[in-house]
C-alpha cells in the first residue's frame, strides 16, 4: 500500500490518475448520453428512465464514485499544473511552438470551462436552483417531469447556447484527453497511432453531436413539450 | 549577410539577466549559427567586452553541448538538427535573431546561454544503465538479439542528452529523456532484471530534480535533433505502470551527493 | 639521451600479459578503500577506467571539463571498433589483428603492447554487449561485423554511423552507476592545470572550476591521465572545440616525456574548409570512398563546374597512381595525393582546396535508392552542412587533421616515466605506430581504461611506497602558485587580439609546415615561427574579464597559450625523424614514384622528449623497437 502511495505520487503515477479518471469520466459522459437521447423517445421515455435511475439501489454509490472520481481528476491535476508551473519559473522572451497542438495548450482552460459548466448543469437540472419554476413539475404518473424539465429549459436561448458551447469546449478537452489515455496508459504504436487518432476524433464527434442534439432539436422545436 | 542577435545575457545565477542586441556583419551563409556567435565575440574582446557564453564542443552534432533557444526554438528551426550544425543559408539577410538559453527550473542558467544539466546526469545515477562489472560478461554473441529489437534499443539509444526536449517542454519534463534511457534497456535482455526498477528510479529522480510532468504535448519530438519519438514514453508509462501494479519491492536510491568543487 | 626501457614482460608473445598477471601484486579489499585514484579525462578511456578501478574498491575522483562526462569527444567516432572474434569466419584471429595493426603502425608501434591490444579486444565486445550497447545485428539476431579501413577481413563491429557515441554511453553508465554508489566523485566543467610530484612520484593535480574559478588541490596516490589528443594543434581539424594539451603537456612540463608528437593522423574524407571564419572541419565516413570515385580537373584553375567537365580531361589521380586499391588507399596516402594535385592549381571548390567525390556512376549503376540506403545520413549531413546536393554534384572533401598518435611516454603498465602517473587512450602514444588503423582508437581507449589499468595500477600501488601525503605539502602549493601565475600572466597582457586568432595563425603555420608532408627547412621555419607567433601572443593577447568567473576566453587561452609552445616540440620531433613512416611524411625521403621511404636502420625507435624550458629545445630519449613477431616489410598499396 505505502508502495502505491509512494509510486501514484510521482509525476508519472499522477498522470496515470488522471488518465484513469478521465477514462472513467469518459464512460459516464458517454452513459449519460445515451440516457439522455431517451428525450427523444417522448416524455415517458426519459422520465421513465430517470425514475429508474432514481430508485436504483446503488444510485448513491455510483453518485459519490463519480464525485471522487471527478475530485481526483482535478485535484491531481492541479496538483501536476502547479508542479509544471515551477518547473519552469522563468518564461522564454519568444517561444514558437511546432508541434502542440491547440486542444492540449487549452487542457486546463478547457477543462475549467467544463468545470463552472458543470457547476451551473448541476444547479440548473440536478439542484434546480437557476430555474425552480420548471423543476418541480410532475408528469401524469406522479414521477418527475424530467422532460418538461429539459424542454423548458432548452426553449431559452441563453441556457441552449451556454450548453451547446459548453459542449464544444468539452470536446475539445476531450480531444486531448481521449488521445492522451492512450499514451499515458502505454498503448502507443506507430501501427495503430492512426487508429487512435481517428477513433478518438470519431468517439468525440459522436459525443458533442449527441450532446448538442438535445439543446438544438429542443430549441429548434423539433422537440416540442408534447412530445416527439 | 548582416544579423541583429538579441542574446540574453546574464553574469552568474545570482545576477538577474537581459536580452541584448547586437549587430553581426559580414556573416557569410557558409558560416554555422555558432560560427557566427564565434564572430561577434571576437569583435567583443577585441572591444575589450567579455565574450557571449555559451556551450559547445563537437559541432558535429553528436556531444549534445550545444543549448541554444533560436527564434524561439530549441536548436533553432531546421528539424532534427543540433544548434552547431545549422548554417546561415537558412536565415533571410537582415533579419532579428533571438537567442535564449534552455529555460527550466532543473537547467540553472550559469552564465548567459549556459545553463547548468547536471540534473539528467543524476537522473542517470539513479539506474539508467545495466548493473555489470568489467569482466563479468559472457560472450556477445551468448544472447542472439531480434535485429528489430536492437534497431529499437538504437533508436532510443541515439539520444545525445542535450535538454531540447526539456526545453521545449511547457512543462520542462525530462520525459522524452527519461523514456528513451528506459526504453533502450527494456528492448534488450540485458535490460531485463533492472527493467521495472529502473522505470520508478529514472521517474523518481527526475522529479526530485525538479523537472515537470508530461502532459503529452509532444515539443519534445518536434525538436529531438535525433529524432526520438514520444511513442518511448508511452513505453515508459508502460513499464512504469507495471512496476507500480507489480514489482514486489522498490529500492531506495541514495539521494545524488555532488561532489565539492 | 637516455635509452627507455619499456617494462615488457619477457616469454613468447602470447603469454607475457597472461603471465605477467599472475605475477602481480594484489591489495586487499579493505586497503583498496583506503587508496584514492585521480582520472583525468572522461571520453572511452577515462570513462572506463574510472567506472572500473571504483568497481575495484578504489576511491576515485574523475575530472571532465564538459558539463557532463557524456560529452566527451570519443562521442563522435563514427566507424566502428575492431575485435578478434571471429565471428564471420573469414580467418580473422588475434595473431591477425595484431599484426594489421603493426603493419598499419608502420613499424613503430611496440609488438607487445600491440599484442596485448588483440587479445583483450575481444572481452570489449563482451563488456560492451552486456552493458546493453545497440551494435547492428544480423536477422539471426547475432552481431554484424563489416570490414573497415581497407581490412581484409570484417572484424569491425559498429552501430550506425554512432559507434564512438554508445560505447561512451556504454562506459558513462558504468560510470554513472559508480557515482551513484558513492565510488566515484564526478567533478565536471573542472579542468587540470597541473601536475603535483612529489619525490618523484605523481601525486595529484592541480584544478581550475570552470564556473566559479576556483583552483583547487586533489592529492591522490596515483593519477590516470585519459585527456584524449592534440589534432586541435592545427587548429581546423575533427576534434571537439575543446579539446586541448593541456593536461599531458603540463604532465609533460612537470617531467613526462612526450612520446612521437609529430605522428599526427590526417584524415582524407572531411568537407573542406568554406571560408576564413571556418571553427571546425567535419569527417565524413570513409566508408564513402567503396563507391565514390575521387578526381580533379586535368587543367590547373578550371573554372567550369563538374558535370561540364569531360570525361578525358578529369584525372582519377588515385586509380591512375594506386591501380591495385585506387580510390580505397590508406589514409594517410589518399590524403598527400589530394593535397599534391590541389598544390598544383587543380583543387575545386571557392579557395581551391578540395577534390571531387563523385557518386554519379554508382548512382548510375545502383540507382539512387540504393546508394541512398547506404549512405542516405552522410549525403544529408553534407547538404546539411555545405548546402549542396551530393545526388546532383560530386561532394567536395579534403584531408583534415583528425588524430593524434603520439601522446606522453608510457611503459607496458601505461605508466609514464614519472611514477605513478598513468597515461590511457589517445594521450599515450603506445600502440598505433605512425599511424591509425580505422576502428582500432576506441578498441585501444577501451582496452586501457577496462581491462589494462585495473591490473597494472593495482601492481604499482601493491608495491610502491607511497608516503602520506596531503594537499598542504609544498609541491601543491608549488604548483598551485605556478598556476595562478600563468593566469595572472594572461589576464595582464590586455592587448587587442582575440586568443581565436592566435590559434588560427598557429593552426596555418602547422598546417603548411608540419602537415601532410614535411621538410626539414619547413620544420625549421615552423619552429621559428611559433617563436615569434608566441612572443606576439604574449604582448597583444587580449584577455577580458577575471579568473573569479566563468570566463571562456581565458580557459581557451590556457589553452592555446600550451598549443603555442608544445607545437614547436611537434616540429623538433618532425625534424629529427630524418625518414618518412606512416603519416610522417619526410619529403626529402620518398621513392622515385613519391612513397614513403622508411628507414628501419637508423629510426626504428620511440622519441621520446624531455622539457627543458620553453622554447629551447628538448632532450631527446630514444626506446629502440624490436620486431620478433612479425617481419618488417614495406607497405605497398600500388
Known sequence: MIRLVRLFSTSVGDKLIVALTGGALLVFLLGHMLGNMTVFQGPDSLNGYAAWLQGHPLVWFFRFGLVAVFVAHVLVTVRLTKANRRARPVRYSRRVARQMSFTSRYMVLSGLVVMSFLAFHLLHLTFGVIQPEIYQLEDSQQRHDVYAMVVSGFRNPWIAGSYVLSILLLGLHLIHGAASLFQTLGINHESYTVLIRYGVYLLVTGIVLGYCSIPLLIFSGTVSLEGG | MKFTLCVWRQLNSDEPGSMVSYEVDGVSEDMSFLEVLDLLNENLVVRGEEPIAFDHDCREGICGMCALVINGVPHGPEPVTTACQLHMRKFTDGQTITVEPWRAAAFPVIRDLVVDRRSLDRVIQAGGFVSVNTGSAPDANALPISKDAADRAFEAAACIGCGACVAACPNASASLFVAAKVAQFAALPQGQPERLQRAIHLVEAMDREGFGGCTNHYECEAVCPKGIPVSFIAHLNRDFLKAALMSREVRDVPPAVEAEE | MSILDGKVPGGPIETKWSNYRVDMKLISPTNKRKLRVIVVGSGLAGASAAASLAELGYQVDCFCFQDSPRRAHSVAAQGGINAAKNYQNDGDSVRRLFYDTVKGGDFRAREANVYRLAEISNSIIDQCVAQGVPFARDYGGLLDNRSFGGAQVSRTFYARGQTGQQLL??????????????????????????????????????????????????????????????????????????????????????GAYFANPCFTQIHPTCIPVAGEHQSKLTLMSESLRNDGRIWVPVQPDETRAAADIPEAERDYFLERKYPAFGNLAPRDISSRAAKEVCDEGRGVGKLGRGVYLDFSDALARLGKGSIAGRYGNLFEMYEKITGENPYQRPMRIYPASHYTMGGLWVDYNLMSNIEGLHVLGEANFSDHGANRLGASALMQGLADGYFIIGDTLGNYLGSAELAEVDINHAAFADAENSVRAGIKRLLEVNGRRSVDSFHRELGNIMWEYCGMSRNAQGLRKAIDLIAELREQFWREVRVPGTNESFNVALENAGRVADFLEFAQLLCYDALSRDESCGAHFREEHQTPEGEAERNDEAFSYVSAWQFTGVGSEPIQHKEPLSFDNVALATRSYK
Open chain 3, 169 to 254: 554511453l556504454g562506459c558513462y553508465g558504468a560510470l554513472s552507476r559508480q557515482i551513484g554508489l558513492g565510488k566515484v566523485q564526478m567533478h565536471s566543467r573542472v579542468e587540470m592545470l597541473d601536475l603535483v610530484v612529489v619525490e618523484g612520484k605523481a601525486r595529484g593535480i592541480i584544478t581550475r572550476h570552470l564556473v566559479s574559478g576556483r583552483i583547487a588541490r586533489w592529492a591522490a596516490d596515483a593519477v590516470v591521465l585519459a585527456t584524449g589528443g592534440y589534432g586541435n594543434v592545427f587548429y581546423l581539424s575533427t576534434n571537439a572545440m575543446g579539446c586541448n594539451v593541456t593536461a599531458t603537456y603540463r604532465a609533460y612540463k612537470r
